[in-house]
């Protein structure tokens, strides 16, 4: 097994642990959305791959593990994926790439991406919104139990700043996608 798959095996193995409270949704709902996302645009913008593969596979790593995590799993998580990274004796200057697409991957925690690669996993995260469409329709009727009008505000809201988020490059290739979405409201 490689690398890629090890780790991808841990991230999904903790997605399964009674102890995440998303419930193992969030790999078959962002996580798994997120890395396809990374990839296609490290493909398209010349990034390195199996960066931006570790980097998405590890971006929420935190929060899936502690839910105390939450609120900083940026910068919890950066932590967690230097150590498991350096049990693979992965290469330092490789780990700070990661460590700073993921610390730099929050829409909501503004921050300056200085490479290609932080701007890949930070545009994948926003993009998986778009690509499961009804979990958060989950989310707002049941977890946050919001009436019909609320939750499709806060969905259509949601929607409209994950897209906000999205470098400039990346919203042209996504223009498509998100007026098909926005169409449903």
């Known amino acids: 097994m490689n690398l890629i798959d090890e780790i991808s095996e841990e991230v999904r193995k903790r997605c399964e642990n009674f102890e995440n409270k998303f419930g193992y949704g969030i790999w078959t709902h962002h996580v798994k959305a997120v890395v396809e996302n990374a990839i296609f645009l490290a493909e398209n913008y010349d990034a390195d791959v199996e960066v931006i593969t570790l980097a998405a596979l590890l971006h929420d790593i935190a929060s899936i593990t502690k839910d105390e995590y939450k609120d900083e799993h940026h910068i919890y998580g950066a932590k967690m ?14 780990i700070e790439l990661i460590k700073n697409c993921i610390l730099h991957h929050r829409g909501s925690r503004p921050a300056e991406k200085s490479t290609i690669e932080e701007i890949c996993v930070a545009d994948a995260d926003a993009m998986a919104h778009f690509d499961n469409i009804p979990s958060l329709f989950s989310l707002v009727y049941k977890e946050r139990e919001l009436n019909i009008d609320e939750g499709a505000k806060f969905v259509k809201d949601k929607l409209y700043r994950s897209y906000d988020k999205l470098s400039d490059r990346t919203k042209e290739l996504y223009k498509d996608k998100f007026e098909g979405a926005m169409s449903i409201f």
């Not at 150590?83 to 490789?94: Q, W």
């Open 81 to 94: 994926a230097e150590e498991m990274l350096n049990a693979y004796s992965y290469p330092k200057d490789k």
